[in-house]
């Protein structure tokens, strides 16, 4: 019976010595599992449809159908005139049941005008930086979620103003250790000098031959995801899309999945 405790216990000892000598090898570099994030941009046009109805709860059913984790929103009045005093990102935030980010370009008719971002998670934290704009002062709107930093802008309608923003917005992102991403209305075609000079900081994730605006005929597109180049994070586009909603706003809403890989 001894003989058999006795030999059990050696098998025990034996077994448990190779198991932690497998865990000490294992290598240090193993490769970290890829994360996804659907990201949406939409200009929304202060919820003004092509058909001049203002509707907060039709451009919420269109966020609720695509259904991202991360949405970057251009064109929002803040408690206007206009807006007939309604804070239009809160509307939407209730109406998608999502976290606001509010940033204020300008003062506009008694209450702001500007950019916003919706969240399925509370951001850890979020600034706003100043970009150029010679018809009006431009933003860019920064929050810092768990996994990623994600930045929406709108950009001038001179050229100028756009390539200086183009170099501000690289600057202010690049210290960041997280993934990055940007999205937003660029007012500038793939082929133009904005979008070269983009391209040297970010990955262009969505399709830049589906045009994105106007949203009844369109032609061109404007609207962009991007990724912000930097060593050892990979980018890849799973599925992107424009999708078909020629009524809720000008522009059409670009979506895309990504995965990153570090």
């Not at 075609?189 to 900081?201: A, F, G």
């Amino acid at each position: 019976m001894k003989n058999i405790v006795f030999s059990l216990l050696i098998v025990f000892v034996v077994f448990f010595s190779l198991a932690t000598g497998c865990e000490k090898n294992k290598p240090e570099n193993e490769p970290v599992s890829a994360l996804t994030v659907k990201i949406l941009s939409y200009n929304v046009k202060n919820c003004q449809g092509m058909d001049g109805v203002v509707s907060y709860q039709r451009v919420a059913d269109v966020i609720k159908r695509i259904d991202a984790e991360v949405v970057a929103l251009q064109e929002l009045d803040s408690a206007t005139q206009r807006s007939k005093g309604v804070v239009v990102l809160d509307e939407l935030a209730r109406l998608t049941g999502m976290y606001r980010t509010y940033g204020a370009s300008i003062d506009y008719q008694g209450g702001k005008y500007g950019i916003g971002i919706l969240t399925k998670e509370k951001p850890l934290s979020w600034k706003r930086v100043p970009l150029p704009g010679r018809e009006e002062p431009r933003s860019l709107l920064i929050v810092e979620l768990k996994d990623i930093v994600f930045g929406c802008t709108h950009f001038s309608l001179t050229e100028e103003d756009r390539l200086s923003s183009a170099y501000i917005v690289s600057n202010s992102l690049k210290d960041y250790t997280k993934p990055v991403f940007l999205a937003g209305d660029l007012n500038a075609i793939p082929e133009s000098s904005v979008i070269q000079s983009i391209e040297n900081y970010f990955t262009i994730l969505n399709k830049t031959t589906s045009p994105t605006s106007p949203s009844n005929n369109p032609s061109k597109c404007i609207d962009y995801i991007l990724g912000l180049k930097k060593q050892g994070t990979v980018f890849t586009t799973k599925q992107t899309v424009v999708e078909q909603e020629p009524v809720a706003s000008d522009h059409l809403p670009v979506w895309a999945e990504i995965g990153i890989n570090k």
